[in-house]
């Protein structure tokens, strides 16, 4: 089974940078997609990007595109996400997944199980 930690939160201006990073042990599940999603205070849990598993698609919500740069390591492991011109609105806890379908992990349909995921909150 795999083990996703995420890391790199932090609090930061709006404005700012943050780079979150996401460490898979166990059973990596290299050849899978991996993907980025976000729950903030009082709302439900949303997918924010996802990159296929040798790291030649991407997609994002419309919230953070060209704000947002996700990207993977497959040799280390590890998946990213680069947060540029953070905004209030990007407050939330950010979490990793994988799916053996891309398309699938963009739904969340068939994630069962969430990591703890790290706190980003932007101020004003």
């Known amino acids: 089974q795999v083990q996703l930690v995420e890391s790199g939160g932090g609090l930061v201006q709006a404005g700012g940078s943050l780079r979150l990073s996401c460490a898979a042990s166990g059973r990596t599940f290299s050849n899978y997609a991996k993907g980025w999603f976000r729950q903030a205070p009082g709302k439900e849990r949303e997918f924010v990007a996802a990159?296929?598993?040798?790291?030649?698609?991407?997609r994002y919500a419309d919230s953070v595109k060209g704000r947002f740069t996700i990207s993977r390591d497959n040799a280390k492991n590890t998946l990213y996400l680069q947060m540029n011109s953070l905004k209030p609105e990007d407050t939330a806890v950010y979490y990793c997944n994988t799916d053996p379908s891309y398309e699938q992990l963009v739904t969340m349909r068939r994630i069962t199980s969430w990591g703890q995921g790290t706190r980003v909150t932007v101020s004003s």
């Open positions: 990159i296929n598993w040798i790291g030649s698609t991407t």
